[in-house]
């Protein structure tokens, strides 16, 4: 059962119950513009927005959110279908080829990736209200870059540390998934980014 802590302004937020996935990957989805600060600092809390925006800031506020795999493609699927209704908007690239490099660059950003940690006690984690298998922590507490393990978004192949190279590797394979999407579809506007996370559909726990 969570709890309620206080919250400014008298709102009161549900806390989860300690949690224990001991030995178990742990997965986070984020946007392809994110990976860089993530490389630098590691995976923790921090100053940026939510990747969801709107009202679920202040749900999100100061956490980071991981889940077991089971949940991963929920997620990342949720992330996609944001990036749909969000993400940039285009002329037809055959009637403004110009555009192209723009295009290529900002659907990049906005594309899904995975990276996933095996948890081994740290960061202390919580339960969080959505789904049993979902989890948090607040602790300025962050698992390094050298142990995260990243996802290729066109094979679903996992590897592990997170760098600078990994993060090129990472966008190269993004613009297969571009150019693919420019051959069957030029004018651009078939880039589906749930491409990225259907490697995720059968990843288990």
């Keep these: 059962m969570g709890s309620s802590a206080p919250r400014a302004g008298g709102v009161e937020e549900r806390t989860g119950d ?23 600092k590691g995976l923790g ?61 900002q659907n990049t950003d906005w594309t899904v990736t995975t990276i996933r940690f095996k948890w081994d006690g740290m960061p202390p984690l919580f339960e969080d209200h959505e789904d049993p298998d979902d989890f948090y922590w607040t602790d300025d507490v962050r698992v390094a870059a050298r142990d995260l393990e990243w996802m290729n978004p066109a094979t679903g192949k996992w590897t592990k540390g997170l760098s600078s190279s990994a993060i090129g590797r990472i966008e190269g394979a993004i613009e297969k998934l571009l150019d693919a999407s420019l051959r069957e579809d030029p004018t651009g506007w078939g880039y589906d980014y749930s491409q990225a996370t259907e490697p995720l559909v059968n990843v288990g726990d």
């Design 45 to 105: 809390p921090g100053n940026r927005a939510s990747n969801f925006g709107g009202a679920y800031v202040g749900h999100s506020a100061g956490k980071t959110f991981v889940s077991l795999g089971g949940r991963a493609y929920h997620w990342a699927n949720r992330l996609s279908e944001h990036a749909e209704y969000n993400g940039p908007e285009f002329d037809d690239l055959q009637e403004r080829p110009e555009l192209e490099d723009e295009w290529r660059e």
């Design 18 to 40: 300690p949690a224990n996935p001991r030995g178990k990957y742990l997965y986070h989805s984020t946007y392809y513009r994110n990976l860089d600060g993530i490389a630098r």
